[in-house]
């Protein structure tokens, strides 16, 4: 019987994740029956939202202690029983922190064979052309609809979300600032990611340097954190702003949700606050992807991967993100 | 030389106001001279917003001590040295909480006498087919567009915007939910504006209350006034909900502007919050007219005033709005 390595919960994490959270252990794989795959990963995905699915609160899922975590992850086909699939495919899909994943193949999604690895790498499936890529583009794209002379302003600017939300911007023609925690991180989100600027939120100066930065106001506001990050950037929408609501890493390791922001600007400013979920955009992946595609034909798409080696390593580099050390999309890679 | 009496602001009041924060006095006018209209007032409007402005917080304005209250009046015209008025007209506008006003032509508005007082009573001009009534027509037709089906949730729903929100909803086919403090108030809503059921959120069941009027959730909410309501309110969102930021009357009265409600629910329920200035639907008020006067032809348009009488009793009526003690629109009838 074929087993794989696996990250499981070992107790429910009690603000930041600790390592002892986690534990990784050999499981038992079943037989690989009709309509299977089994997949070995090459890249696993570390995301922010997996806190709230460790806690019970992310849209309804739950996790038992000693589950396998259910992270994504790119992987090799090593066996199909699935029609779609061929051994050595390149697939993603939520296959979870482990080395062999046995999964329904309606579950997977082949990487398109004109982007991958021709045009960008696998890992990249996890990040500015996966979930959190579509993230940005749905929320820019169809969501806060940036057109060219807006002022777009972005938190956790330097994550693979932050950062793909800003090129998309920049090549719709806007003004983008970013906010990021620290200054080398800000010094990246300017000179990797072609940010007009980027004000540091860890700054004692961070209000006004705020204020610097959006002279004009901010027409669209895509805020990755909440708290006091989103009550600053309220601060400054200019009139009819759209402020797109996409995450809460804010409060992601709080056991109580904390109170939100004053909505006073948000009234003075008539500004549109929109609630995004990615899922609701998993139908418009292959528009996503062809205009990606373009990017990355003109060179206009970067991406920024911190990366942790060996299944072990797993635990440690998602409480680091979880604490806000990473620097770009959190993998790891086995 | 002609004088008016007036109530101005004797001290920036602190929490709730106080009659004291008032003073009532005699003005001197000037002469009536080209382009001005001397009006007479018939009914003073007392509205919360004008809280704000006591604080100098309401979208830039203030007031200095010893300034008349700049709320609004119906007026009869009693001299006018303006094309567009004659003697007698009735007119509303800023008059300000005075007996006489000494104001611009192009400041005031002719009531159009295809509605008053044939089809309803002067003072309704600042309710129902005035600044309330334009408010809530703005937010239900034209920021939530309600369609027949949906479950439109009501705060403040005794008071002139949310009962006219609510009678617009209940004429475009939606199930209406209220929300108004007490009992009474409640009973009001139901059997007087016809609403579906109305929710006491000063009872102690009020969570469950509200969960048992919103079965299916809320497709939108028209807030007018924040706080804790508001939190409870967003809990219920259905997919794609619309939240109508109108008002926040909870915070008027404070000194400083109170955190708002957590906003995962926001994103959980894919929601759009909008801020709503009715200033901006002034070039509008035509259509919304048109729209009341139908209604009114229909007769599925009520309203219902708290009216005090003498200019002296406006101070004590203001303060009596400001703590929730009022029913209905706050009219002071001189």
Chains 1, 2 share one sequence.
């Not at 920049?170 to 300017?190: P, T």
Request: charged content about 15%.
């Amino acid at each position: 019987m074929q087993s794989t390595r696996a990250v499981t919960l070992a107790k429910v994490p009690s603000g930041v994740p600790q390592p002892a959270d986690f534990a990784v252990q050999s499981l038992p794989l079943p037989e690989v029956t009709a309509g299977k795959v089994l997949c070995r990963a090459q890249f696993l995905s570390l995301d922010p939202y997996l806190r709230s699915v460790l806690s019970g609160r992310h849209l309804g899922h739950s996790l038992d202690v000693g589950a396998v975590i259910p992270g994504s992850a790119v992987s090799v086909v090593e066996r199909s029983a699935h029609d779609d699939f061929a051994v050595g495919d390149l697939v993603s899909g939520a296959l979870g922190w482990q080395t062999l994943a046995l999964v329904d193949g309606a579950s997977l999604r082949k990487l398109p064979s004109a982007i991958f690895p021709s045009l960008a790498p696998a890992s990249t499936a996890l990040g500015v052309l996966g979930m959190p890529g579509l993230t940005a583009w749905a929320g820019i794209t169809q969501l806060a609809k940036v057109t060219a002379g807006d002022t777009v302003l972005i938190s956790a600017a330097l994550g693979p979300v932050g950062s793909s939300a800003g090129q998309i911007a920049k090549a719709l023609g806007a003004r983008v600032i970013g906010i990021a925690g620290g200054a080398q991180k800000c010094a990246q989100v300017v000179s990797h990611f072609g940010f007009d600027a980027c004000v540091d939120y860890k700054s004692a100066d961070f209000l006004s340097a705020l204020k610097a930065a959006c002279p004009l106001g901010v027409n669209v506001y895509f805020d990755n954190v909440g708290g006091r990050v989103l009550e600053a950037a309220l601060a400054h929408l200019a009139l009819h702003a759209r402020v797109v609501l996409c995450g809460l890493i804010d409060q992601y390791n709080a056991d109580v949700r904390p109170a939100g922001p004053n909505l006073g600007p948000v009234i003075g400013a008539r500004a549109t606050m929109m609630g995004l979920v990615v899922y609701d955009f998993y139908p418009m992946q292959a528009a996503f992807l062809a205009y990606m595609q373009t990017l990355l034909q003109q060179h206009a798409l970067r991406w920024l991967e911190d990366v942790s080696h060996g299944l072990e390593s797993t635990p440690a580099a998602f409480c680091k993100l979880m604490s806000g050390g990473n620097f770009g999309k959190s993998l790891v890679q086995l």
